[in-house]
C-alpha cells in the first residue's frame, strides 16, 4: 500500500466513524497543499481550508515567538455556529484538519477518533 493509500484509507475511515463528519485533509504546512482529502459536501474546498489554515498556523506560531512561549503547538480548535474546526499536527510540518458539525459531535469525540485511527494507521 502506498503512502497516499494510507492516507486516503485514513481520512475515509475517519469520515465514516465520526458522526457529524463534513471533511478532513492532511495538510503540507510549508506549502499549505492538501496531500489527501475527503469531504461529505462538494461545496465545502478542502484545498481553500488548507491554505488558509496553513496561514493560520504560520501566524500562531509567529505569535508565539514574539511572546517567547516554548511549548510545542499540539492542536487548534475553531468553534463556529454549528461547526467545529479541528487542526492536529502529526509532526512539525504535517496536520490534519477536520471539520465535524456541533451538533452531532464534539471536541472530546473528534480528538479521541484523530488519535486512535493515527495509531491505527501508524501516522506518527
Known sequence: M?????????????????NGFIGAS??????????ASVSKYPDFDLDVAAAYNSEMVK?????M???????T????LLTLTGQLHLIKFLDKDTFI????NSAQSNLALMRK????????????
Not at 65 to 71: E, H, V
Request: charged letters at 25%; hydrophobic letters at 45%.
Open 2 to 18: 502506498t503512502q497516499q493509500d494510507t492516507l486516503n484509507n485514513f481520512l475515509n475511515s475517519l469520515a465514516e466513524d465520526l
Open 26 to 35: 492532511i495538510v503540507d504546512l510549508d506549502t499549505g497543499m492538501s496531500l
Open 59 to 63: 501566524a500562531k506560531f509567529k505569535t
Open 65 to 71: 515567538d514574539a511572546l517567547s512561549i516554548n511549548a
Open 73 to 76: 503547538l499540539e492542536d487548534m
Open 97 to 100: 484538519y477536520l471539520a465535524v
Open 113 to 124: 477518533a484523530v488519535i486512535t485511527k493515527v495509531r491505527e494507521y501508524d501516522l506518527a
